[in-house]
Nanobody, 123 residues
């Protein structure tokens, strides 16, 4: 089992950047496909980006493609989400998730979830 803790959220102006981190404990993160999701008020949780166990393959939602980048450092047991050119519509709680699989998927079929970190983008 793995425990996930997100950090790095906060308030940022539109056009700004943030980097989210997801620290894993309990089991090495290299055993899992990792993903970032977000949930805005009144909306369903949605996929943002995913990364394979080695980091060699990534998948990004169309809504953030070209602006957000997922990466991982297995030696540090940490996954990152670099968010650039932020927009107001990026405001949400961002969740890190781990999947016992070799396949990156954009559904909610992940096995472990963090508690989330709030990202608020102001105009």
């Amino acid at each position: 089992q793995v425990q996930l803790v997100e950090s790095g959220g906060g308030l940022v102006q539109a056009g700004g950047s943030l980097r989210l981190s997801c620290a894993a404990s309990g089991r090495t993160v290299s055993s899992y496909v990792m993903g970032w999701f977000r949930q805005a008020p009144g909306k369903e949780r949605e996929f943002v980006a995913g990364i394979s166990r080695s980091g060699g393959s990534t998948r990004t939602a169309d809504s953030v493609k070209g602006r957000f980048t997922i990466s991982r450092d297995n030696a540090k047991n940490t996954v990152y989400l670099q968010m650039n050119s932020l927009k107001r519509e990026d405001t949400a709680v961002y969740y890190c998730a781990a999947r016992i699989s070799i396949t990156v998927v954009s559904t909610l079929m992940y096995d472990y979830w963090g508690q989330g970190t709030q990202v608020t983008v102001s105009s």
